[in-house]
Nanobody, 121 residues
Framework: QVQLVESGGGLVQAGESLRLSCTAS????????MGWYRQAPGKQRELVAA???????NYPDSMKGRFTISRDNAKNTVYLQMNSLKPEDTAVYYC???????????????WGQGTQVTVSS
């Protein structure tokens, strides 16, 4: 059993910052790429940022500049620093990770339950 648990969401005003965290726990043998996605009401889930096990990051063009992803491999945790938040950033933010539950198994995709971020104008 593997769990991804996000934290750090909340209600902020436009221009403020938030830092999201996501920790993998349970039977975690190895973690490959980790990432953050978001889904606003009535919209499709979209990639916000991703980071490889070696620390290489990837941001869609629309997310570059205000979002920073990082990870602490010793803590099985990925972070998302969000600055200068805008009302259009309002969404449920989901953590995603490729995880091996045994050293000899393949990586499988896991998702967190999501954390709500609401930005008021």
């Amino acid at each position: 059993q593997v769990q991804l648990v996000e934290s750090g969401g909340g209600l902020v005003q436009a221009g403020e910052s938030l830092r999201l965290s996501c920790t993998a726990s349970g039977r975690v043998a190895s973690i490959n790429a980790m990432g953050w996605y978001r889904q606003a009401p009535g919209k499709q889930r979209e990639l916000v940022a991703a980071i490889t096990g070696g620390g290489n990051t990837n941001y869609p063009d629309s997310m570059k500049g205000r979002f920073t992803i990082s990870r602490d491999n010793a803590k099985n945790t990925v972070y998302l620093q969000m600055n200068s938040l805008k009302p259009e950033d309002t969404a449920v933010y989901y953590c995603n990770a490729g995880i091996k539950t045994y050293w000899f198994s393949d990586f499988s995709d896991y998702w967190g339950q999501g954390t709500q971020v609401t930005v008021s104008s």
